[in-house]
């Protein structure tokens, strides 16, 4: 049973930085691409970025140049670097997977996720 759990949410002020991590465990298959994605209240979850098998990645436009995602293949864990954060980041920062080479940042494309983290951030 895969399972997907994200850490590292938290309260911070505008300009401050996170580091997010997600721990996957309960799968074999070595194949495979994940992401970032966040929603806020009220609105719709939007992707932040993915990495695929081979380590390549791909930004949604907004969030290039502050969040950076990177992954470490022994851990199974994939992480998201936030920096000089701002308050309409404020949102639940979820992971996601799917067991392919190559990932896209649609939301439906993603059959497994984690539960999430909360990430406010205060002016």
């Known amino acids: 049973q895969v399972k997907l759990e994200e850490s590292g949410g938290g309260s911070v002020q505008a300009g401050g930085s996170l580091r997010l991590s997600c721990a996957a465990s309960?799968?074999?298959?070595?194949?495979?691409?994940m992401g970032w994605f966040r929603q806020a209240p009220g609105k719709e979850r939007e992707g932040i970025a993915i990495i695929n098998n081979d380590g390549s990645t791909i930004y949604a436009d907004s969030m290039k140049g502050r969040f950076t995602i990177s992954k470490d293949n022994a851990m199974n864990t994939l992480y998201l670097q936030m920096n000089n954060l701002k308050p309409e980041d404020s949102a639940v920062y979820y992971c996601?997977?799917?067991?392919?080479?190559?990932?896209?940042?649609?939301?439906?494309?993603?059959?497994?996720w984690g539960q999430g983290t909360q990430v406010t951030v205060s002016s």
């Open positions: 309960g799968y074999t298959d070595s194949s495979n691409c």
């Open positions: 996601a997977k799917r067991f392919v080479r190559y990932c896209s940042l649609r939301t439906d494309f993603f059959p497994y």
